[in-house]
C-alpha cells in the first residue's frame, strides 16, 4: 500500500466507521501499525480526524432528523434514537465524550444535531473522545499496556 493510499484510506474508513455504515477503523489501523512502516502518530491524527469528521455527518443528519426518520432507509431505530435522546438530556453535551462507544455513540451524534447542539462544542468534545480512543487502541496493539 502506498504512503498516501495507506493515509488516505484509513482517512475513508475511518470516517465510514463513524457513520452508521457497517465498517470497522480497527482492522486497517491494527495492519498499519503492526507494519511499521508509518509514524503512529500521523496514523492516530488521521483515523481521530476522519472519525471526528464521520460524526460530524451524523450531527448534520441529526439536524435534519423530522424530516427522514420515518424513511425506511434511515440507519436508528426508533429505539436507539429514544435512548440517545434520554442519554443526551440527562448528560447533557459531555455524553458526547461516549461518542467512541460501539452501540451508543452513533446515535449519541446523532442526538447532539437533533438537540441542536453547538458544531464547535459538538467537535471539541467528539474529537477529544475519538482520539482519546485511538491512542488507547494503538498503545494496546503495540503492547504499551
Known amino acids: 500500500m502506498s504512503f498516501i493510499g495507506a493515509y488516505g484510506g484509513l482517512f475513508l474508513i475511518s470516517l465510514g466507521a463513524a457513520t452508521f455504515l457497517p465498517i470497522q477503523s480497527e482492522f486497517l489501523l491494527t495492519g498499519l501499525l503492526l507494519k511499521t512502516d508509518y509514524s503512529v502518530a ?4 488521521v483515523a481521530s480526524i476522519g472519525n471526528t469528521l464521520g460524526s460530524v455527518i451524523n ?8 424530516r427522514f426518520k420515518d424513511r425506511r432507509w434511515f ?8 435512548r440517545a435522546s434520554r442519554w443526551y438530556q440527562t448528560y447533557g453535551y ?9 452501540f451508543i455513540g452513533d446515535p449519541l451524534t446523532l442526538a447532539a444535531g437533533l438537540m441542536r447542539e453547538p458544531l464547535a462544542t459538538f467537535i471539541f468534545l467528539v474529537a477529544i473522545a475519538k482520539t482519546v480512543r485511538y491512542v488507547l487502541f494503538a498503545a494496546l496493539i503495540l503492547g504499551v499496556f
Open 42 to 45: 500521523a496514523l492516530v491524527i
Open 94 to 102: 459531555w455524553s458526547l465524550l461516549m461518542s467512541w462507544a460501539p
Open 75 to 82: 440507519p436508528a431505530t426508533p429505539a436507539q434514537l429514544d
Open 59 to 66: 450531527w448534520a443528519i441529526g439536524l435534519q432528523i423530522e
